[in-house]
């Protein structure tokens, strides 16, 4: 397991693929209920970026392991894999039903970090669905957490990153209900505190959280430059995604600042970005900016907007007939065991 898991870490998945199966051979060969659950969602980890149906039917096969075992804090991990998924096929209601049961799970005990990864989910569930408030008091619900697990002496070597990840998840709340001021004053908060330094792979996140909550409330100068320092120290951890991201809201910042051949030359690279990461969400984003900021080929930009978004819709609907078809299918067996079991 310790070697699967290495391997995941390294990005490595064909890798950890191949232990976590060979730790189901293993589980198996000794009737170890806890290893073979256990291996099953780590096989499910391995498939969750590239082939989510094969994912969804892992966790579902550890799913049926743990409850029949009433293990409750490996199914609610569990639960919380599936509610990860579904949220990022964009299926927030089922992910958000997923959360639901698996915090039921954690009722009374469970572990801390399942819990608080629970209600951070179920916070961006909220956010994508626009209950805003929603957000905020499930966001609040994780920061209570992480609280909790300093009180308990659990909290791990990413203990920080948690921390600055909500806090960046609850400006994210802010921004959206337009309140600008209060994101400004938590993140600038997270800078004065010096332990951001220590952090360089989130770094550049809170610096261009904060560029744009600057931007939105109009202070263009402070903006730009934590969009230069957030940019900077992106580019030194090679983090691509990261990178998609504040060049579009760099993008928008030259927009509202009336450069349009600078907003055009930024959102065309982020066209090409987006489309190499095969990121649709973030390429429906770039088009519509594009058909503003390139007036002479808007008809073009939101006709390829238009194209890319049924494509979208098509593949979240096979995919949700497909999940639906792995639930039918493996709750009808585990009918079929019983009634044979009973019959024996």
């Known amino acids: 397991f310790k070697v699967a898991e290495e391997y995941f870490y390294l990005g490595e998945n064909e890798q950890s693929l191949k232990i976590s199966k060979l730790a189901l051979i293993d589980a198996k060969s000794r009737h170890d209920s806890i290893s073979i659950g256990r291996a099953l969602y780590y096989a499910g980890d391995c498939f969750l970026d590239y082939q989510k149906d094969s994912a969804y039917y892992y966790y579902k ?10 293990n409750k804090d490996k199914l609610a991990l569990v639960l919380y894999n599936k509610a990860y998924l579904l949220f990022y096929e964009g299926n927030y209601i ?12 954690l009722k009374n005990n469970g ?14 569930n909220h956010l994508e669905l626009g209950e805003y408030d929603k957000a905020i008091e ?19 070597d990413d203990f920080y990153d948690y921390e600055i990840a909500n806090t960046v998840d609850l400006c994210n709340a802010y921004d959206k209900k337009g309140e600008y001021i209060k994101s400004i004053n938590l993140l600038k908060d997270v800078i004065a505190s010096k332990k951001i330094n220590e952090y360089p792979k989130i770094e550049h996140i809170v610096y261009g959280n904060l560029a744009y909550s600057l931007m939105k409330n109009k202070n263009y100068s402070y903006s730009k430059e934590y969009f230069t320092k957030a940019i900077t120290t992106c580019k030194k951890n090679n983090d691509e995604l990261g990178y998609l991201y504040l060049i579009l809201d760099f993008g928008e910042y030259h927009l509202l600042t009336k450069d349009t051949l600078k ?19 973030e390429i429906l984003k770039t088009l519509d900016f594009l058909s503003v900021a390139d007036k002479t080929n808007a008809s073009n930009y939101k006709t ?41």
């Open 111 to 124: 572990k801390l970090i399942t819990k608080y990864r629970c209600y951070s989910l179920q916070g961006s």
């Open 61 to 70: 096969e550890s799913e049926k392991v743990f409850r029949k075992l009433n």
């Open 263 to 281: 907003a055009r030359e930024l959102f065309n690279e982020a066209l090409q970005l987006s489309k190499k990461l095969n990121n649709s969400k």
């Open 138 to 156: 499930y966001f609040d619900l994780s920061a209570s957490i992480l609280k909790q697990m300093v009180k308990n002496n659990q909290e791990k």
């Open 94 to 105: 089922e992910s958000e039903i997923e959360v639901i049961k698996a915090l039921n799970y």
């Open 304 to 344: 390829e907007y238009i194209r890319i978004n049924d494509s979208i819709i098509k593949k979240q609907r096979e995919n949700r007939e497909k999940f639906a078809r792995i639930e039918y299918e493996t709750d009808k067996v585990e009918e079929e065991n019983k009634i044979l079991s009973n019959k024996n």
